[in-house]
């Protein structure tokens, strides 16, 4: 199965901040590569597709780049309600498989 | 709107079976495929299984093949999970999600609000 490396596992960023996450794939996958939000007690919301897609009703300052292995996930400009976990999701074949998560909290 | 309503989850003692079940409306839910996801408490996402949409094509996470089987009802708009041999790591909220595209893409725009699986003695 291909494993999905998140880093780092948490940061402290402030409002305003350009955040930036990386995924990386054991393997190349494309471009194959989606990336979730989860706030504390709700459920995931997907944020990018095809690895650097956006999603309907997402906010523009979330991007997403790379593909082959790499990829990044980047709120350009971090907003009160962006404090959250952030996962990568594969699907370049079965099993599909989820990044460990990335929490983003408040300095 | 797309709703995704699981139901079934509980306390079980390992080895014992469970089914779950999420009744979709809000959309065609033949033209898509379906999965299941789940979170244990505390820790991150993991994919569980999956189903096309005509129902022939299924797919396992390593760690539950061989003892959990998808299933879906099109005629009812329900998907399935049976969790046959649990395990105390199978404890988790399991989640019913929808495949974003017609035809398999297999990222996911649509999430159940989870029901809990408590494995233990």
């Known amino acids: 199965a291909i494993q999905l490396t998140q880093s780092p596992s948490s940061l402290s960023a402030s409002v305003g901040d350009r955040v930036t996450i990386t995924c990386r794939a054991s393997q190349g996958i494309s471009s194959a590569l989606a990336w979730y939000q989860q706030k504390p007690g709700k459920t995931p919301k997907l944020l990018i597709y095809?690895?650097?897609s956006l999603e309907s009703g997402v906010p523009s300052r979330f991007s997403g780049s790379g593909s082959g292995t790499d990829f990044t996930l980047t709120i350009s400009s971090l907003q009160p309600e962006d404090f959250a976990t952030y996962y990568c999701?594969?699907?370049?074949?079965?099993?599909?498989?989820f990044g460990g998560g990335t929490k983003v909290g408040i300095k | 709107q797309v709703q995704l309503v699981e139901s079934g989850g509980g306390v079980v003692q390992p080895g014992r079976s469970l089914r779950l079940s999420c009744a979709a409306s809000g959309f065609t839910f033949s033209s898509y495929a379906m999965h299941w996801v789940r979170q244990a408490p505390g820790k991150g996402l993991e994919w569980v299984a999956g189903i096309w949409s005509g129902g022939n094509n299924k797919f396992y996470a390593d760690s539950v093949k061989g003892r959990f089987t998808i299933s879906r009802d099109n005629s009812k708009n329900t998907v399935y999970l049976q969790l046959n041999g649990l395990r105390a790591e199978d404890t988790a909220v399991y989640y019913c999600?929808?495949?974003?595209?017609?035809?398999?893409?297999?990222?996911?725009?649509?999430w159940g609000q989870g029901t809990l699986v408590t494995v233990s003695s």
């Open positions: 095809d690895a650097s």
């Open positions: 999600t929808r495949d974003a595209r017609v035809g398999p893409g297999v990222y996911f725009d649509y």
């Open positions: 999701q594969h699907f370049n074949n079965y099993p599909l498989t």
